[in-house]
T-cell receptor, first 113, second 115 residues
Framework: DTGVSQDPRHKITKRGQNVTFRCDPISEHNRLYWYRQTLGQGPEFLTYFQNEAQLEKSRLLSDRFSAERPKGSFSTLEIQRTEQGDSAMYLC???????????FGSGTRLTVV | DAKTTQPNSMESNEEEPVHLPCNHSTISGTDYIHWYRQLPSQGPEYVIH???SNVNNRMASLAIAEDRKSSTLILHRATLRDAAVYYCILESLADYGGSQGNLIFGKGTKLSVKP
């Protein structure tokens, strides 16, 4: 297993465009999380899935953001009508329910120009 | 708001032990103490976690105060590869006993290691 994979690693987009990121978790992990990290800050929780069910969403997840995990495996995070304030590193993590320790991916760095 | 307090930065010499402190005075009985570290341009990496007893693994040791209001991450021999931001995080368990998956990161401690 190669760990948590995120694609793309970097994305530059113009303000107002839509972007979609993909996360492939560790195959046996049933939980998947999305975090956002801006420069100089720690990661901030956005949302998490247990299998295909989205169980919790942060207030940070505005209506322009949507996350899916249709088959309980990979997940996508879409941002519609991007704004400059969306520029950040978007991190995905996965874990096995009931077991401590989350495995993070290397993130997707989004730059909105 | 982060529920833990850590120094902004610390320095260490290579091959010497490092003690990274964390205060969590409002910890509740079902909060686990987690430590993660983050190297530049990487996602956070799990280091260690514990509840009440001290814990050891191949990466580090975690010393938890008897009242659980503070903890210390111990790197026994710092190497240049240990230079990173270290986060101390409380993970709350929901009433049903399951994690809510919401790790609250603070700004962490930036550890510099001098050769």
């Amino acid at each position: 297993d190669t760990g948590v994979s995120q694609d793309p690693r970097h994305k530059i987009t113009k303000r107002g465009q839509n972007v979609t990121f993909r996360c492939d978790p560790i195959s046996e992990h049933n939980r998947l999380y999305w975090y956002r990290q801006t420069l100089g800050q720690g990661p901030e929780f956005l949302t998490y899935f247990q299998n295909e069910a989205q169980l919790e969403k942060s207030r940070l997840l505005s209506d322009r953001f949507s996350a899916e995990r249709p088959k309980g495996s990979f997940s996508t995070l879409e941002i519609q009508r991007t704004e400059q304030g969306d520029s950040a590193m978007y991190l995905c993590a996965s874990s096995l329910e009931g077991v401590g320790g989350y495995t993070f991916g290397s993130g997707t760095r989004l730059t909105v120009v | 708001d982060a529920k833990t307090t850590q120094p902004n930065s610390m320095e260490s010499n290579e091959e010497e032990p490092v003690h990274l402190p964390c205060n969590h005075s409002t910890i509740s009985g079902t909060d686990y103490i987690h430590w993660y570290r983050q190297l530049p341009s990487q996602g956070p990496e799990y280091v260690i976690h514990g509840l009440t007893s001290n814990v050891n693994n191949r990466m580090a040791s975690l010393a938890i105060a008897e009242d659980r209001k503070s903890s210390t991450l111990i790197l026994h021999r710092a190497t240049l590869r240990d230079a990173a931001v270290y986060y101390c995080i409380l993970e709350s368990l929901a009433d049903y006993g399951g994690s809510q998956g919401n790790l609250i990161f603070g700004k962490g401690t930036k550890l510099s290691v001098k050769p």
